[in-house]
């Protein structure tokens, strides 16, 4: 065997040792870096601020920090939510913390924040501002002391929270923007104290999450946020934040059915932004053609007398309800016994309500100028300002047979179930999972 050929054996056999170790290595390092990953998808530690929370709310707000609470926890997250006052409330999947502070011997009273005026304008009461401000505050202690990975603010009366915990922590902060200053006020006069604490929590955030694709367009055009930071991630509706039946309970509405009326229903805020006026406009149209037909307007809001006024002037005073907010059974109720549910807002960053209609097999009918219309195209849309395409589409809803009411019924119930809780949390996981992992 020749010198030659023994040298070139020897370089084959020592090529092939460094190759298997460098593909070892590979190998190694392969393992570890999926380990990693793992590990960060077990478990997550999530400081999270949210200005209500169930039965402490007013509005579709409180129902998301629960809906997710709830849905992320079963994510692997450790949750941590922090509210601005303290509340008798204890729950098995968070750790509650109240950011209430003291100040001369009293207690801070934080108050939800109020309506739009008749004209747009937007109303937070008196000291709306100072109490975000305290809250956020607060946001700075509360990091000190509470472990976590991740900070989540839920909207603008959070995001000032967010933002001081993360000065303070250097965590990663997601801003979640259910509802702009545009939106509240109904192309209106825009709060300008209230647009800049949103701008300043959304560029201050690592991530920005709109509840629809038209929210997260408008964090983009109108508060210059960069479009690749913005994710849009839809609301959902499950058994555990949908208005719970109570058999024990008489139901109003349900003897107004069983007595041969027809219930055509508004549910939310009465405020410029819900649309509550276009909705009386189409309804005096289907009144004088159905003397038969009953408009129950579930809620509370500044434009309450100005809707009474508006009822009486167009002659449809007695046939118009105002039972006030409904929340729980009574909301369930209002849902279960409608023939048919409206949402005609004017700016609805998404839209909750029509999800726990539709979920009940209650038809829909929504405006196209409302988040939820890109998730559910089965519904049926218009315009809200439309009074007379308004009109038609409930009286084309009252009118079908009974075989197109249950396919109607089965579809909306089916697009309900698509859009869960836990589908919306799975999204989010996989944004905190990117902000942990890339050491932002």
Do not use: C
């Given at each position: 065997?020749?010198?030659?050929?023994?040298?070139?054996?020897?370089?084959?056999?020592?090529?092939l040792f460094?190759?298997?170790?460098?593909?070892?290595?590979?190998?190694?390092?392969?393992?570890?870096?999926?380990?990693?990953?793992?590990?960060?998808?077990?478990?997550?530690?999530?400081?999270?601020?949210?200005?209500?929370?169930?039965?402490?709310?007013?509005?579709?707000?409180?129902?998301?920090?629960?809906?997710?609470?709830?849905?992320?926890?079963?994510?692997?997250?450790?949750?941590?939510?922090?509210?601005?006052?303290?509340?008798p409330?204890?729950?098995?999947?968070?750790?509650?913390?109240?950011?209430?502070?003291?100040e001369?011997?009293?207690?801070?009273?934080?108050?939800?924040?109020?309506?739009?005026?008749?004209?747009g304008?937007?109303?937070?009461?008196?000291?709306?501002?100072?109490?975000?401000?305290?809250?956020?505050?607060?946001?700075?202690?509360?990091?000190?002391?509470e472990?976590?990975?991740?900070?989540?603010?839920?909207?603008?009366?959070?995001?000032?929270?967010?933002?001081?915990?993360?000065?303070?922590?250097k965590?990663?902060?997601?801003?979640?923007?259910?509802?702009?200053?545009?939106?509240r006020?109904?192309?209106?006069?825009?709060?300008?104290?209230?647009?800049?604490?949103?701008r300043?929590?959304?560029?201050?955030?690592?991530?920005?999450?709109?509840v629809?694709?038209?929210?997260?367009?408008?964090?983009?055009?109108?508060y210059?946020?960069?479009?690749?930071?913005?994710?849009?991630?839809?609301?959902?509706?499950?058994?555990?934040?949908?208005?719970?039946?109570?058999?024990m309970r008489?139901?109003?509405l349900?003897?107004?059915?069983?007595?041969?009326?027809?219930?055509?229903?508004?549910?939310?805020?009465?405020?410029?932004?819900?649309?509550?006026?276009?909705?009386?406009?189409?309804?005096?149209?289907?009144a004088?053609?159905?003397?038969?037909?009953?408009?129950?307007?579930?809620?509370?809001?500044?434009?309450?007398?100005?809707l009474?006024?508006?009822?009486?002037?167009?002659?449809?005073?007695?046939?118009?309800?105002?039972?006030?907010?409904?929340?729980?059974?009574?909301?369930?109720?209002?849902y279960?016994?409608?023939?048919?549910?409206?949402?005609?807002?004017?700016?609805?960053?998404?839209?909750?309500?029509?999800?726990?209609?539709?979920?009940?097999?209650?038809?829909?009918?929504?405006?196209?100028?409302?988040?939820?219309?890109?998730?559910?195209?089965?519904?049926?849309?218009?315009?809200?300002?439309?009074?007379d395409?308004?009109?038609?589409?409930?009286?084309?809803?009252?009118?079908?047979r009974?075989?197109?009411?249950?396919?109607?019924?089965?579809?909306?119930?089916?697009?309900?179930?698509?859009?869960?809780?836990?589908?919306?949390?799975?999204?989010?996981?996989?944004?905190?999972?990117?902000?942990?992992?890339?050491?932002i």
């Amino acid at each position: 065997m020749s010198t030659i050929f023994i040298a070139n054996l020897l370089a084959l056999f020592l090529s092939l040792f460094v190759a298997g170790a460098l593909l070892g290595a590979v190998f190694t390092h392969t393992r570890s870096g999926r380990a990693a990953v793992d590990g960060a998808r077990r478990r997550l530690r999530a400081l999270i601020f949210g200005w209500e929370f169930p039965p402490f709310n007013s509005g579709g707000l409180g129902v998301a920090s629960l809906g997710l609470t709830r849905a992320l926890s079963r994510q692997d997250v450790d949750i941590t939510f922090v509210l601005p006052k303290a509340y008798p409330l204890s729950v098995p999947y968070a750790k509650m913390v109240a950011a209430e502070l003291e100040e001369a011997g009293a207690k801070v009273t934080y108050a939800y924040p109020s309506a739009t005026a008749a004209d747009g304008t937007p109303l937070y009461g008196e000291d709306m501002i100072g109490q975000v401000k305290r809250y956020a505050k607060a946001g700075a202690q509360i990091a000190k002391r509470e472990p976590h990975d991740i900070i989540y603010a839920h909207d603008w009366l959070a995001f000032g929270a967010g933002k001081a915990a993360k000065g303070i922590s250097k965590k990663p902060l997601i801003s979640h923007v259910h509802a702009t200053e545009f939106d509240r006020s109904g192309g209106g006069r825009v709060n300008q104290t209230v647009y800049d604490l949103e701008r300043e929590g959304m560029h201050a955030a690592d991530r920005v999450i709109a509840v629809s694709r038209r929210t997260r367009d408008m964090a983009i055009q109108h508060y210059g946020v960069p479009r690749e930071k913005t994710h849009a991630v839809w609301n959902g509706v499950d058994d555990e934040t949908a208005p719970a039946y109570d058999e024990m309970r008489a139901g109003r509405l349900a003897q107004l059915t069983r007595a041969g009326h027809t219930l055509v229903l508004f549910a939310g805020r009465l405020t410029l932004q819900k649309g509550p006026d276009h909705f009386l406009n189409a309804a005096a149209k289907v009144a004088a053609k159905d003397p038969d037909v009953l408009f129950v307007m579930a809620g509370s809001g500044d434009m309450e007398a100005q809707l009474l006024r508006q009822a009486a002037g167009l002659g449809i005073g007695n046939r118009v309800l105002f039972p006030g907010f409904l929340r729980d059974h009574d909301l369930h109720e209002a849902y279960a016994s409608a023939d048919v549910y409206v949402m005609p807002s004017v700016s609805e960053p998404f839209g909750i309500s029509a999800l726990e209609a539709m979920r009940l097999g209650t038809p829909v009918i929504i405006s196209k100028q409302s988040g939820v219309a890109e998730a559910v195209p089965e519904a049926i849309q218009v315009d809200f300002w439309d009074a007379d395409a308004l009109a038609q589409a409930i009286e084309q809803v009252l009118a079908a047979r009974p075989k197109e009411r249950e396919a109607h019924a089965v579809r909306g119930h089916n697009a309900a179930a698509r859009l869960s809780w836990d589908r919306a949390a799975s999204e989010i996981r996989a944004i905190m999972d990117e902000l942990a992992l890339s050491g932002i």
